[in-house]
């Protein structure tokens, strides 16, 4: 072919020559001329990086925007005097009537070129059919040129719904692709983005879409690559998270003013709590005090059996907590057998006097010095026996039991006074 071109006259006029440093074609030129090489050295540039060298006749380039219409992706230049071929866009159509031999065989050049792309396009389709992501791949204008099975299956569409479509096309919102796509060229590759199908059989989906741009052997722009991931599953898990979250964050708020609220008030919440303890207190205290008291006045008379000083002892202590409304009744001594030696009480207590205690229940703990007695007495309001408590401690002289101190307790004045009750008697450590 290139005999043909050279010693035909009539074709001479495509012949063009070039001295060394001259520019055949410029990157982002209008022009979309056809060359093929007739001698010389041909540099292809991209910006400053030489990125191809054309030395052998008979080369056909300049192609790609002869064939695609657009401009020049890169730059041609003379390294020494260029001969070539060139047969200008606009005069490709005289050109074809005028040498059809010729340019039949232009053509046949052009179509294995193109027959070249198609074939790599397939096996490049046979190689995605085996990974699990969805591939698709567009030319430069975001037309679909091929995709493999998984795009299929997430995207909803089968040949008919994907062949001859865009990009934009299998998105809901294409105006979102249109600037993603715009960004994937500004940065030559975008990590990920989430875009929504459109609906198809399958329904929508979200797609975790990764993205990279496509060059030819000179460097040239020839489409772009999508890697697209099923992310439907994540977004709801996101949404579900975003709605918990819009609760979670002032339901947080809310409890953290009422903890300060309450670390703020605490001190005037719990005075009424301290005040009852420290009422408790005082009577464990008052307990305490009262019985070694006693028990320094009674334990000598009683270990004698003189009655007569231990009931005087019992009237002065009766007496003088009588001003101090102390919460006590009476004072009862148990001996060893339970039976009542002696008692006193602001109400009259001389039938007591050997009455046994030994079928009322001591209660308390083995370890504790006291126990707690609970007791129905009858009197002129309560024929049936009015409920009392007792509070009994033991007595010993030198290692010796000589009975029960047993201090009968005002139940009126333990709850109006103090807030006590059967269980905090039980309670009480002495």
């Known amino acids: 072919m290139l005999d043909e071109l050279i010693h ?6 495509y012949i063009t020559t070039y001295r060394r440093g001259d520019y055949i074609f410029l990157e982002g030129d209008d022009s979309q001329d056809l060359y093929v090489l007739v001698s010389g050295h041909v540099e292809i540039i991209k910006g400053d990086k030489k990125l191809d060298e054309i030395t052998e006749p008979g080369t056909l380039f300049g192609e790609v925007s002869f064939l695609l219409g657009a401009k020049r992706t890169a730059t041609a230049k003379a390294e ?25 065989k232009i053509t046949k050049l052009l179509a294995q070129r193109l027959d070249e792309r198609s074939q790599a396009l397939y096996g490049l389709k046979e190689l995605c059919d085996q990974l699990p992501d969805a591939v698709i791949i567009t030319d430069r204008d975001g ?18 719904g994907l062949h001859e479509a865009t990009i934009g096309d299998v998105y809901e919102d294409p105006k979102a692709v249109e600037e993603f796509l715009d960004e994937v060229q500004s940065k030559h590759a975008v990590k990920e983005k989430i875009l929504k199908t459109k609906p198809s059989s399958k329904g929508s989906h979200y797609v975790s879409t990764s993205t990279t741009l496509l060059y030819n052997g ?11 991931r099923d992310a439907t599953a994540i977004q709801k898990l996101e949404r579900r998270y975003r709605r918990v979250r819009s609760w979670l964050i002032p339901s947080l708020v809310l409890l953290g003013l009422m903890v300060t609220a309450l670390f703020l008030g605490y001190p005037y919440f719990s005075r009424g709590v301290q005040s009852v303890d420290i009422q408790k207190e005082e009577l464990r205290n008052q307990l305490a005090r009262d019985y070694l008291l006693l028990k320094s006045l009674l334990i000598q008379p009683f270990a004698d059996r003189d009655r007569d000083k231990t009931t005087q002892a019992m009237k002065e202590f009766l007496n003088m907590q009588v001003e101090n409304k102390a919460p006590y009744a009476g004072v009862v001594l148990l001996d060893q057998d339970k039976r009542v030696f002696d008692a006193y009480s602001t109400v009259g207590s001389e039938a007591m006097v050997g009455s046994s205690y030994r079928g009322i229940e001591f209660q308390g703990s083995e370890d504790s010095l006291h126990r707690v007695l609970v007791l129905y007495r009858p009197d002129e309001t309560h024929p049936m026996g009015k409920r009392g408590l007792e509070i009994a401690f033991e007595l010993e002289k030198e290692g010796r039991a000589l009975g029960w101190l047993l201090l009968q307790l005002d139940m009126a004045c333990l709850k109006d006074s103090y807030d006590v009750n059967e269980e905090d008697l039980r309670r009480f450590r002495f």
């Open 8 to 13: 035909n006259q009539d074709l001479q006029k």
């Open 80 to 104: 020494r005097e260029v001969k070539v071929f060139r047969v200008p866009k606009e005069d490709i159509t005289d050109f074809l009537q005028d040498f059809p031999t010729v340019a039949g």
């Open 143 to 160: 037309k679909i040129l091929t995709w493999n099975s998984a795009a299929e299956k997430l995207y909803g569409r089968d040949w008919h």
């Open 218 to 228: 000179h460097h040239n722009f020839q489409g772009v690559l999508f890697l697209g």
